[in-house]
Structure formats: C-alpha cells, structure tokens
C-alpha cells in the first residue's frame, strides 16, 4: 500500500463508528491519544533498529508511519501539506536547513 493510499484511507476514517475500525477508533480518542500511539510505535522502531533485526524494524516502521499519518490527521495536517513540506526543503542541504532551524 503506497502512503497515498494509507493517507486516503486514514482521512476516510474520520468520523466513522469507531467499533468498526482501529483508525476510527483513535481520532475518536482524540490527537493526544494519537500521539500517544504514535511515540510509542517510534519507540518500537528504535527498539528494533538498535536490535538490528531487519523484519521487525520494517514492521515497527510501517507501525510507526501508519500512526504519523493518524497522528498528524487527527490535527488536520495531510500527507500532501507534509510532502509540500519536504518539497521546500528539497533546494537545499540538510545541514542548511538544520542551521536554519536555529
């Protein structure tokens, strides 16, 4: 599943009856609780990346971006708001715009 499609996915989800669906079920809860899932899942990834078993981190990442997306659609930021980010960001160095964060 692309990222597009889990994002067209997650938005679907919103306001839907949350016993039928885990999505629904968390941006009922609310972007805290969002949030929540989704620190946890990072933890889990950086777990499995410290670990260095490939299988399980490419499992905790996919946890971990399906939650960002929950994450960030529970306060209404879309994935194409953060690939417009990212296109920004393109021009320039990594390191240019770590400075410019200052």
Sequence with gaps: MSLEKLSQTIAARKGADPSTSWTAKLLAAGPEKCAEKFGEEAV???????????????????????????MCAARDVSLADIEAELARREAQSGLAEKASRS
């Design 44 to 70: 889990e990834a950086i777990i499995e990346a410290v670990k260095g078993d490939k299988a399980r981190l490419t499992s905790e990442a996919a946890d971990a971006l399906y939650h960002l997306l929950v």
